[in-house]
T-cell receptor, first 111, second 113 residues
């Protein structure tokens, strides 16, 4: 079945560092891809999405590009802030089916 | 402000108890979902519903049931709670046609002793 694999966490960075969180997927067909973020004590929020190959999703300085050839959707940010500390989830959706989530990556940004 | 509301933030129950987790959304969404979140495992789908009185099993339905008598309310039921059901439970909802954007509640941390 469909699956999503994220890089192992936790990830700890200093403020203004460059961030990459890797995400790869296995799916038949052409799924839509998503990044969700969970801030402490809250539910998940949609951060960005891409619905077809080579699409780039972006929001709040974060970007991710749908790479069909490498089945990847890595999350990047050029300069992280303390307020970016959260758990990040990569997910896919195939057609009208449910979302399939990765295991989540906890990110901590130190001042 | 639109939202998904889960009735309890923290819940402590004993093994064998029947447990009800309630979720209400005020956005007239057709779809509603129950996930559990465990460290290292991400979110796993327990049950979902595309309409009133309709339910579908997700990936890990064993030990759980659900009820959707009204469009805005989706209840998760643990018939006989066990310690391996200690987890964070997240409810979510979405419109039928744009179901990729799930709106999540804040979660219920359930401890079964």
């Amino acid at each position: 079945g469909d699956s999503v694999t994220q890089m192992e966490g936790p990830v700890t960075l200093s403020e203004e560092a460059f961030l990459t969180i890797n995400c790869t997927y296995t799916a038949t067909g052409y799924p839509s891809l998503f990044w969700y973020v969970q801030y402490p004590g809250e539910g998940l929020q949609l951060l960005l999405k891409a619905t077809k190959a080579d699409d780039k999703g972006s929001n709040k300085g974060f970007e991710a590009t749908y790479r069909k050839e490498t089945t990847s959707f890595h999350l990047e940010k050029g300069s992280v802030q303390v307020s970016d500390s959260a758990v990040y989830f990569c997910a896919l959706r195939q057609g009208a089916q449910k979302l399939v989530f990765g295991q989540g990556t906890r990110l901590t940004i130190n001042p | 402000d639109v939202k998904v509301t889960q009735s309890s933030r923290y819940l402590v129950k004993r093994t064998g108890e029947k447990v009800f987790l309630e979720c209400v959304q005020d956005m007239d969404h057709e779809n509603m979902f129950w996930y559990r979140q465990d460290p290292g495992l991400g979110l796993r789908l327990i049950y979902f519903s595309y309409d009133v009185k309709m339910k579908e099993k997700g990936d890990i339905p064993e030990g759980y049931s659900v009820s959707r008598e009204k469009k805005e309310r989706f209840s998760l039921i643990l018939e006989s709670a066990s310690t391996n059901q200690t987890s964070m439970y997240l409810c979510a909802s979405s419109f039928q046609q744009t179901n990729e954007k799930l709106l999540f509640g804040s979660g219920t941390q359930l401890s079964v002793l």
